[in-house]
């Protein structure tokens, strides 16, 4: 079955054209094109892409399949229009040894609406005291190039300079959750005017600094990789210019994403104690979101991640401390990106194929994704209406979780369909199994 679609703007440039799909590929690109076998998808001058990469998710398979599922969170990716996400290994049991990593990535080979790469953790149990087998997942059916303790941040510096050094010797990469642990104990709210004025902990900006600053140490004199996730301060963003300027040999070497709802919101949500605002690293103040919209325009921050989230009611409707941290992202995503960089003339469209598809799928090593829009190339795709609002609904979400900070929120663009490797996974707001 082909597909044909007809009269999309790709990246959002120039005139209208159609676009063939044939065998998983793109067979060809122009005006008036013609296939008697095709599906005919009336574009209508909307925005060709090519498919969204999450280098952050969690789809809590296996152990926590009441709050998500790898079946669940591919339908939310689908209906968002990744075609590929990286599945962190906070998982019960953790994903710190071959078994898991197969187990993850056989699901999400068996439910076929995105390609589910499983990141491998850093260390044992996400104790940060021993090594975890890193060879041993990197070998395995799952391939696992990137690994985190994410949710736990590697603190001791002997113990990430052996990670480093190690995922060199694999090509592979260590995405670290920076935060020094002896700064945040019993930390609450981003540290500052809100949360001293509402009695809540600080949470130091420099509880991530200084460990990004390490980390980028650590990594430029091993020669080796270094994603640092969810950038959520202005000082950090100043730590990652520092760190790239004084690279020279390999301008990858250190890589950076932001998540949608620090680009967004700020701490001033924390007024209402509503613990769907509750996230980690915490809300930060408006002007650290600037700095953040700033640098990932600037490329200082080189991708969009979401740190999908998903906890179940009791774990999100009590009260503030207890309250687990964190936020669902993947079928919000795109319209965040578009009100808070494109609507702000901070990204045109092709900017946004750069955050949320081709500098991840890079930093991933993905070849088959983030291609670009052309002949022969594999058809990894999201047409994206850019015209389009709508309100957000949590109970609507393909997610088990509703834990949405966006509820009611009229947000600005839609996904329209989704495609890997040339078959629809989502359309019209519609998983296609």
């Known amino acids: ?32 094109l013609t296939a008697e076998d095709a599906e005919v998808i009336e ?27 790898i079946a669940t969170g591919s339908a939310a990716a689908a209906l968002g229009g990744y075609t590929a996400v990286f599945a962190m ?7 710190d040894n071959a078994l898991i990593v197969e187990h993850v990535h056989a699901q999400g080979q068996r439910v076929g609406l995105v390609d589910v790469h499983p990141v491998g953790a850093v260390t044992v149990g996400l104790a940060g005291t021993k090594l975890a087998e890193l060879g041993t997942m990197a070998k395995s059916k799952a391939n696992v190039r990137m690994f985190s303790d994410d949710g736990h941040c590697v603190h001791d510096p002997l113990i990430m300079r052996r990670a480093l050094e190690y995922s060199k010797a694999l090509d592979a990469v260590i995405a670290q959750h920076a935060e020094e642990p002896r700064l945040t104990v019993g930390a609450q709210a981003h540290e500052g005017e ?11 900006a420099a509880a991530e600094e200084s460990i990004v600053a390490r980390d980028c140490l650590l990594a430029q004199h091993a020669g080796a990789r270094l994603h640092i996730c969810h950038v959520s301060t202005a000082g950090t963003v100043d730590v990652l210019r520092w760190a790239k300027n004084r690279q020279s040999a390999r301008l990858d070497l250190i890589s950076a994403e932001v998540t949608p709802h620090h680009l967004l919101l700020t701490d001033e949500r924390l007024e209402t104690f509503d613990p769907v605002n509750k996230v980690n690293p915490p809300l930060r103040a408006a002007s650290d979101a ?114 949405t900070p966006f509820e009611g929120m009229e947000l600005p663009a839609k996904v329209v369909l989704t495609m890997l490797r040339g078959k629809v996974t989502a359309a019209d707001g519609k998983v296609r199994a």
């Not at 597909?3 to 005006?31: C, F, H, M, N, S």
């Not at 809100?194 to 130091?204: F, K, M, S, T, V």
């Not at 960089?341 to 081709?358: F, I, K, P, Q, Y």
Request: aromatic fraction near 4%.
């Open 89 to 95: 290994a906070n998982t019960d049991p953790v994903a």
């Open 194 to 204: 809100n949360a001293a004025r509402l009695g809540l902990q600080g949470w130091p």
């Open 1 to 32: 079955m082909s597909t044909l679609i007809k009269g999309a703007k790709l990246y959002g440039d120039g005139e209208p054209v159609d676009v063939l799909v044939r065998d998983g590929v793109i067979a060809g690109i122009g005006a008036d």
């Open 43 to 69: 574009a209508n001058g909307q925005v060709l892409l090519p498919g969204f990469v999450d280098l952050h998710v969690h789809l809590r398979e296996p152990g926590r399949e009441d709050t998500e599922t």
């Open 290 to 403: 600037q700095a953040l919209r700033a640098a990932l325009a600037e490329g200082v921050v080189d991708c969009v991640a979401t740190d999908h989230a998903p906890h179940a009611v009791q774990d999100k409707d009590c009260e503030w401390a207890a309250a687990r941290p964190g936020m669902l992202g993947l079928q919000t995503a795109l319209s965040v990106i578009a009100q808070t960089m494109v609507e702000t003339g901070l990204l045109d469209w092709r900017g946004v194929a750069r955050v949320m598809s081709e500098r991840p799928a890079a930093i991933a090593g993905l070849p088959d994704q983030g291609r670009p829009l052309a002949e022969g190339e594999p058809a990894n795709l999201v047409l994206v209406d850019p015209d389009a609002r709508w309100t957000v609904r949590g109970k609507e979400f393909a997610s088990v979780a509703d834990n």
